[in-house]
């Protein structure tokens, strides 16, 4: 995608009409450019060139769309961090990256002059919200800047961004995206949906910091739709957001969905604006989906599939098709087979890795050789740590997560199959299942529970309902009532959290 180019055209076909509606404000398509550039003028006359990367650690806000916007307008690279982040993680991702820019917010646990002190390659801090001495202010930055487009260009193969990503192991891994690897979200949208400008779109406090976020900001640009921004996820504003701005378009992970349907007046809202509703972070629960699904049943409800590897999304239930268990087919111009564990390709029906293949698949790990070695086959394939498989009609099916399967006695079950089952029992609001060590089976599956306000669970009673639904095998042999599960800022459940704070029995 062409930034530069996307936010003239946007600006001259739309320019009075609102582009990122926040809180009590909004901006409109030519506001935006002009603030972008700004933006962009200042790190070019500060010396920043082309593919030099620019650190940015914000909130979802208006400065967070115009740094991002500003940036890429200008051929640099983004490195974008989540704010929920801690002092010692952003300084580590600034020294890995190179990063000659950082822009931030006052934030009571981290120290800017500990930072700057830390990161000898950071040329400059732009802080927004409050004026602190010894740091660039970032209203005053756009004050002397030039709304002009920025003298400096992308190419398609230059390097656009580096997200990271801890994956299951919690080692840090910078995805490398190149600014043509951003065309393929927007591609894959125009395939399967029917979007136009006038479709509006939410972002629900999804981070911009990770690629699922991101792409709102790639589909406001793409379409020229209005985006109405929440600063963090909240289920009840979610809902009087949709009903307000009449909504048509949204996508989050199934957490969140659950999160909605949880709260006791989700039913008492106008969501029949919504056109399309998506899940993304398959496998999840489609008795809990369908149920939000009666809230807008104008919309059609799809999954969906997709990796910061792989500039998602990737991958569609196409429209009409009611397989909500099914993540439907991919986008043209990625393969996707399903291999044993010697790679060898498998039929319809038969379980296995998912890999890809095509544009879409990044260029690789940041200062990682060796771990882009271990994804990256010599052909070009992505191993996607996905067990998954094809049926008849080319539909694909997620089984679960390679380091969610448990082992027991040899058999092997996964997560998401246990989870599936624990969310039909009526008192479930949350569930999360691991593997613990087992002395006379290798490992057992272990279940974490959040029961629905006001209800308590008896672990005999659950496992007895269990029993109707599960093989002997399957079933967690200890569960543990909670009340929250611990998730990522993406709002998926953290496993890794749970593998090492309450994975020992």
Wanted: glycine share 8%.
């Amino acid at each position: 995608m062409d930034f530069k180019v996307q936010l003239i055209r946007n600006a001259e076909n739309y320019p009075d009409k609102p582009a990122v509606i926040f809180e009590q404000s909004s901006i409109s398509f030519c506001e935006l450019k002009e603030g972008s550039f700004k933006f962009a003028n200042h790190l070019v006359t500060s010396g920043i060139k082309k593919l030099d990367k620019i650190t940015v650690f914000l909130p979802n806000n208006l400065e967070a769309v115009l740094s991002y916007l500003g940036v890429l307008s200008m051929g640099a690279a983004i490195v974008p961090l989540d704010f929920m982040l801690t002092q010692e993680e952003i300084i580590h991702f600034i020294n890995h990256s190179e990063s000659k820019v950082l822009i931030t917010q006052p934030k009571k646990s981290i120290d800017l002059m500990q930072v700057k002190s830390s990161c000898p390659g950071l040329r400059q801090i732009i802080v927004c919200k409050e004026k602190i001495d010894g740091f660039l202010f970032w209203q005053e930055v756009l004050e002397r800047s030039s709304t002009d487009a920025p003298s400096l260009s992308s190419r398609p193969g230059d390097l656009s961004s580096i997200f990271y990503t801890s994956g299951s192991t919690g080692h840090p891994k910078g995805v490398m995206l190149t600014y043509k690897h951003f065309d393929n979200p927007v591609r894959s949208m125009d395939y399967f949906l029917d979007l136009t400008n006038q479709d509006i779109i939410l972002c629900a406090g999804l981070p911009f910091s990770h690629v699922g976020g991101f792409d709102y900001l790639l589909v406001m640009l793409h379409l020229g739709s209005s985006m109405v921004l929440m600063e963090r996820f909240q289920p009840l504003e979610l809902l009087k957001n949709i009903e307000k701005f009449k909504v048509t378009f949204l996508w989050m992970v199934p957490s969140l969905y659950i999160a909605i349907v949880s709260l006791k007046e989700y039913d008492k809202f106008d969501l029949l604006s919504l056109r399309y509703v998506i899940v993304f972070g398959a496998p999840s629960s489609p008795v809990l989906l369908k149920r939000f699904h009666t809230m807008c049943p104008n919309a059609h409800f799809i999954n969906g599939w997709g990796m910061t590897e792989t500039a998602a999304p990737n991958c569609y239930l196409p429209p009409g098709i009611d397989t909500i268990e099914s993540i439907g087919k991919f986008t043209p111009g990625l393969e996707a087979k399903i291999v044993d564990e010697q790679g060898k390709t498998l039929s319809a029906g038969q379980q296995g890795e998912l890999w890809v293949k095509g544009e879409a698949v990044m260029a690789g790990y940041y200062k990682e050789p060796g771990l882009t070695a271990e994804v990256l086959t010599e052909d070009d394939w992505l191993k996607t740590g996905d067990i998954a498989k094809f049926d008849e009609q080319g539909l694909c099916y997620i089984v679960g997560r390679k380091k969610d399967m448990i082992k027991v006695s040899g058999e092997i079950v996964f997560s998401a199959e246990v989870e599936e089952k624990i969310h039909r029992h009526p008192k479930v609001k949350e569930v999360g299942v691991i593997g613990v060590a087992d002395r006379l089976r290798g490992e057992v599956p272990k279940a974490f529970i959040v029961p629905k306000e006001g209800e308590s669970i008896e672990v005999e009673e659950m496992r007895q309902f269990l029993k109707e639904h599960l093989a002997h095998f399957k079933l967690p042999h200890y569960f543990e009532f909670l009340s929250e599960l611990p998730k990522n800022r993406a709002g998926k459940i953290d496993k890794h959290f749970l593998r090492k704070a309450g994975g020992q029995n």
